[in-house]
């Protein structure tokens, strides 16, 4: 049974919980800008490429399910699941106008230590759907064969499952001793990283082949860069190498050790479009029907509006893994000092030569 | 759509949550009690009447779907979700020998302030089933339409929906002054609460006979009295009736008012095995196939095993009911003194005439 591939991520991957000032619920709004630039692709998508014939619908079915892998905490899942029923609803009276109303079931998918508690407490009363909470990583089996018509996954898969082993092994061609990402200065590096990414995929691809029905829908939002582009020349690159280096600044003031340092690296990859296509194509459960890339402005604007919101937003996301590797004891002191040292060098974001994009990817389930 | 009837418990009605020394999941010996003494019924309640081919199995159906509604925290919900997946696999190879083995999906139901993350991170890794949580009260639609095999509740319906609002109606013949359970003293108390129990059962029945394929099956196991039996003849409406005498106390000294006490009831009922099934009777939507009660030492042994015991077991059940009402401040000292008051008349349990008894049901949907 597929059941046995079940794996958990460590505890560090899931963001800040509760809904307090440094929760995730509190700083997620660069994920929020994402669900918006989005919500109009999705609905579109769902317009055009939803076919409700192709996956078996007649009047007798009346459930259509929908799964949001690595929602957190929201509210930004509650928006986007919203939309997408929606966009359903009306696709659907289109097919069928004389038919009963959809039900939609809601799968909220994220590790088991995301803070579930917080997710469930602020379901919307009034919410037109039956909700179940899917603990466990996504690169792995969560549901049961052709349980889903729509699968959904926002701002996640540039997470990858681990870092690879080599870029923290000093013995290793692709040790990343200075570096605390796949910053695209190291051949070997970056091709560890890529090689995680690729098989991280395929593990994603193939749990979510079994689990949608053959005609269903896949959309992916992830951060990746643009061709050609490397992370050390891209703003968010910059900002993670900014933190980095408060990591460094931490171990010559003795309050955590070098080679902490240098054994910490985060494990995100942002891949390019080809790359990604590239994967899915090998892959052959999925056939691409929009491959695009979100126009908006968040970064730009979250750049400049706000060094507050840009730290706690980091905090939000990243506060887990360095107190897993760190200790919680040394939290406070690497994230003030990164609050003061972004401040001291906010213009540099401005000299960015490029900037990350945001990969909008409409996949559906090949009927075999 | 069904799910507009969704609603919400309040906060008190779940246990204690996380795994701490006051936790539901330290403190649930007769719970699991319970659990275990029912392991063997509903072993032979599956073998003798879960017919695979009348819920319409067949080699292309891999998919089993269980529901616990009521789970709490764990670890009896898991203890009995492993119990029944051991039975039907074993009644799946009886029916077909030679077809897959099946997949199984578990839903965990219990309020959405029920603690789930304590849930998810205690759940098997080497699981063989799919897990997902199921935040909402069981007196409402939970899933879609036909998606359960087996459903299942352990020792929760004894809980009402809320408080007859008579019985704290200082106005009503009906007003509960001087006990803060059904003691089966006042009749107009008895008939309000046994009209409660009577409109939740049905709203429970309602929403299962919605959830239950044809021919699906439904344990329950709730707390009830034997025939003709008071609880103030038994020996828990007498550990009931102490805690009321705590609260009295407490009024005396000041730490809470008079009115206070006077408002708290117990969401409490224990029914008759002829109650019972005359509801489900005239509620239509099951049959019985098997009416029992269940045969165990737990409360005798509990009884004079522990005094410790029975304080710690009844504050992870009803602190959030005392904390809700009396406030979070005197919450310590009302246990407190429950302790030394339990202590100090602990032989009047063994003066008890009668005790209270374990129904155990095993119902079948109709099939319409």
Known sequence: MATEEIKEMPKSWAMVGGEGPQSYTQNSSYQKGVVDASKEMVTEGIKDKLDFKSLGFDSSNDTFRIADFGCS???NTFFAVENIIKAVKYKHHAQFNNSPPLAFQVFFNDVPTNDFNTLFKTLHSNRKYFAAGLPGTFYGRLLPKSTLHFAYSSYCLQWLSKVPKEVVDSKSPAWNKGSIQCDGLKKEVTKAYSAQFQSDMNTFLNARAQEIVGGGLMVII???????IFMSQAGVGMYY??????????????????????????????????????????????????????????????????????????????????????????????????????????????GAAHEHIDHFILLRRNVN
Chains 1, 2 share one sequence.
């Not at 992830?222 to 050609?228: S, T």
């Not at 990604?276 to 695009?292: A, C, P, Q, T």
């Open 222 to 228: 992830m951060a990746g860069l643009p061709e050609g």
């Open 73 to 75: 905490v929201g509210p």
């Open 241 to 350: 190498d900014l933190l980095g280096s408060c990591l460094v600044d931490m171990a010559k003031l003795g309050v955590i050790s070098e080679e902490k340092v240098d054994s910490f690296n985060l494990p995100l990859y942002y891949s390019s479009s080809t790359e990604i296509e590239e994967i899915i194509k090998v892959n052959g459960n999925f056939s691409i029907e929009i491959m695009d890339s979100l126009s908006h402005q968040i970064w730009q604007t979250s750049k400049k509006s706000n060094i507050k919101v840009s730290v706690s937003g980091g905090r939000a996301v990243f506060q887990g893994l360095v107190e897993e590797h760190f200790g919680s004891e040394v939290v406070e002191k690497i994230f003030e000092h990164f609050a003061k040292k972004l401040a001291d060098n906010f213009s540099i974001f401005d």
